[in-house]
Nanobody, 125 residues
Framework: DVQLVESGGGSVQPGGSLTLSCVMSGNTYNYDYMGWFRQVAGKRREGVAAIGKGGQTNYDDSVKGRFTISKDNSKHILSLQMNSLKDEDTAMYYC????????????????????WGQGTQVTVS
């Protein structure tokens, strides 16, 4: 099976930056589609950014221009560079992975991913 472990969360002031990392291990074969989601307690989990097999990306409008998703395929590490952080970015951030073909469309939906990490907390205040 596949395991996902996130790290890099923490507390930062508004306007600051953080970089989240997610290490994928186990049977990683074909888990080419990865994404970041976030969730505030009591609210639904929402998609932040996704990256596909060919390196194509998709971002939620709320983070466009501030967040950058990237993937090191050789090391199976997914990253999320977060700049100009705002109070509303405070949430638990989850890494997700999937191996089903997306047909070139990266939807920021939970149903598109079937493997999840435990999350890392980001607090902006």
């Amino acid at each position: 099976d596949v395991q996902l472990v996130e790290s890099g969360g923490g507390s930062v002031q508004p306007g600051g930056s953080l970089t989240l990392s997610c290490v994928m291990s186990g049977n990683t074969y074909n888990y080419d589609y990865m994404g970041w989601f976030r969730q505030v307690a009591g609210k639904r989990r929402e998609g932040v950014a996704a990256i596909g097999k060919g390196g194509q990306t998709n971002y939620d409008d709320s983070v466009k221009g501030r967040f950058t998703i990237s993937k090191d395929n050789s090391k199976h590490i997914l990253s999320l560079q977060m700049n100009s952080l705002k109070d509303e970015d405070t949430a638990m951030y989850y890494c997700a992975a999937d191996r089903r073909s997306k047909g070139g469309v990266l939807l920021l939906l939970q149903s598109e991913y079937d493997r999840w990490g435990q999350g890392t907390q980001v607090t902006v205040s």
